[in-house]
């Protein structure tokens, strides 16, 4: 049985102050047979570590291809993993808005392999991919790109998939599209890893919302959500949450 997993993803929201705010507000709940992520700006990593009370996972939005260096600007896992349990990496925004290829990806996986800290490896389509009917071959592709004979299982993976064509278009991804993809992302896992595809947990990630959350998390092969925007308001973040509490 996977446990679900709710990620807020905070983008570049939130000072530390702030940070530490609402995750003090954040931890007077109970979670029942959910784990809970937060991944805030570098800058805010310490206060949600500091204020988590052991209840919620930290994780990074990004992390350096190198361990050390003269690399102006860039965090590295040596010093994220004082900090984190998670590591983001291939999220839409990372590879649109700063071009980071297949390789880029993969040797960032491998870094946070290296320093002992867990992925959640971000894939999807855009809506050219997807008016073609070509979206099962481009996420495979990326899927093969980033993991292909790397040693990866159910304790240090989680995949989080973004239908990219429905985030912020005004389009909708259905549940039936996103457990479609889901499950084809399990399928294509199989075929690197039989014996952990079907414990590592698959997220949806397409403007997850309080409202539309359980129709999502009661499809068999999405485990969590990957949430932006709804996770910088408590009262919403709960809603996904607690999303049981719903059905």
């Not at 809970?36 to 570098?42: E, K, N």
């Not at 690197?192 to 998390?217: D, H, T």
């Not at 969590?224 to 049981?244: M, P």
Request: overall charge neutral.
């Amino acid at each position: 049985m996977r446990t679900k997993f709710i990620c807020g993803n905070w983008k570049m929201n939130k000072t530390a102050k702030e940070a530490e705010e609402f995750i003090k507000d954040l931890v007077k709940n109970d979670f029942k047979d959910v784990d809970v992520l937060i991944a805030p700006p570098f800058t805010s990593l310490d206060a949600v570590k500091r204020n988590s009370n052991g209840k919620i996972y930290v994780g990074s939005q990004n992390i350096c291809k190198f361990n050390d260096g003269a690399y102006t600007g860039e965090v590295s896992g040596k010093m994220l993993k004082e900090f984190c349990d998670y590591v983001i990496i291939g999220h839409s925004e990372r590879r649109t808005i700063f071009s980071e290829d297949y390789q880029t990806i993969r040797e960032k996986i491998l870094r946070a392999f290296e320093n002992n800290l867990k992925v959640i490896l971000c894939l999807g389509e855009e809506a050219e991919v997807r008016e073609k009917n070509k979206q099962n071959d481009f996420v495979k592709e990326e899927i093969l790109a980033a993991l292909d004979n790397l040693d990866f299982n159910r304790d240090n993976l989680t995949i989080a998939y973004e239908p990219i064509w429905a985030i912020g278009t005004g389009k909708t991804c259905s549940s039936e599209d996103a457990q479609d993809m889901c499950k084809f992302i399990r399928h294509t896992l199989s075929k690197l890893n039989k014996n952990e595809s079907e414990f590592i947990r698959i997220l949806y990630g397409g403007s997850v919302k309080g409202s539309n959350a359980k129709n999502l998390l009661a499809c068999p092969d999405i485990d969590g959500a990957l949430v932006g925007g709804a996770s910088l308001e408590a009262k919403e973040f709960l809603k996904i949450i607690n999303y049981k509490e719903n059905i």
